[in-house]
């Protein structure tokens, strides 16, 4: 069993910052690329970051400048520091993570719980 926790949402007002963590644990062999979706009230879910193993970024062009994904291989986690926010980046944030479980052949993808970020204006 992979279970990912995530912490670090809540309200800010606009041109705050939050930090976003999320901790993968459980039977794992090899965890590629980590990422950040978020969804907000009658959208679509989004890809807002991701990172892979070896520590390549990549960013929609709304966040990029203010937003910043990292990780930490050894902890299994994966971080999304949030500056600059606005009230347009209000959303539930999901982490997401593509892994290889010990004994497993191929990769699973596995989405965190959610964590809600409002940006008050």
């Known amino acids: 069993q992979v279970q990912l926790v995530e912490s670090g949402g809540g309200l800010v007002q606009a041109g705050g910052s939050l930090r976003l963590s999320c901790a993968a644990s459980g039977s794992i062999f090899e965890i590629n690329v980590m990422g950040w979706y978020r969804q907000a009230p009658g959208k679509q879910r989004e890809l807002v970051a991701a990172i892979t193993s070896g520590g390549s970024t990549d960013y929609i062009d709304s966040v990029k400048g203010r937003f910043t994904i990292s990780r930490d291989n050894a902890k299994n986690t994966v971080y999304l520091q949030m500056n600059s926010l606005k009230p347009e980046d209000t959303a539930v944030y999901y982490c997401?993570?593509?892994?290889?479980?010990?004994?497993?052949?191929?990769?699973?993808?596995?989405w965190g719980q959610g964590t809600l970020v409002t940006v008050s204006s």
């Open positions: 997401n993570v593509h892994l290889l479980p010990h004994g497993g052949f191929r990769y699973l993808e596995v």
